[in-house]
């Protein structure tokens, strides 16, 4: 069975930085494609983030590009999104995942769901 374990959320101030780590356990992790995704209260889960088995491809949803980075250590099998100059807007549930393909944006793509861990950006 493969648990993915989210860390790093909490409360900080626009502007600021949060760094969410994604610990894989259990059985072997055999993702292929990881992503990071978040849902806000009253809205559907969207995506904001994934990379490849090696690192070398990534996408970003347009409202995080540039701002957000995501990156992997397979070794240690953890997955990172670092977040910089957070708003409010960013405010959500953020859910790692892991797809046995190469999924990329959509939920449906991605075979193993962490359980979430709150981020809150104040103003």
């Known amino acids: 069975q493969v648990q993915l374990v989210e860390s790093g959320g909490g409360l900080v101030q626009a502007g600021g930085s949060l760094r969410l780590s994604c610990a894989a356990s259990?059985?072997?992790?055999?993702?292929?494609?990881m992503g990071w995704f978040r849902q806000a209260p009253g809205k559907e889960r969207e995506f904001v983030a994934a990379?490849?088995?090696?690192?070398?491809?990534?996408n970003y949803a347009d409202s995080v590009k540039g701002r957000f980075t995501i990156s992997r250590d397979n070794v240690k099998n953890t997955v990172y999104l670092q977040m910089n100059s957070l708003k409010p807007e960013d405010t959500a549930v953020y859910y790692c995942a892991g797809s046995r393909s190469s999924g990329l944006r959509t939920t449906s793509e991605y075979d193993y769901w962490g359980q979430g861990t709150q981020v809150t950006v104040s103003s």
């Open positions: 990379v490849s088995w090696s690192g070398t491809y990534r």
């Open positions: 259990g059985r072997t992790f055999s993702a292929n494609a």
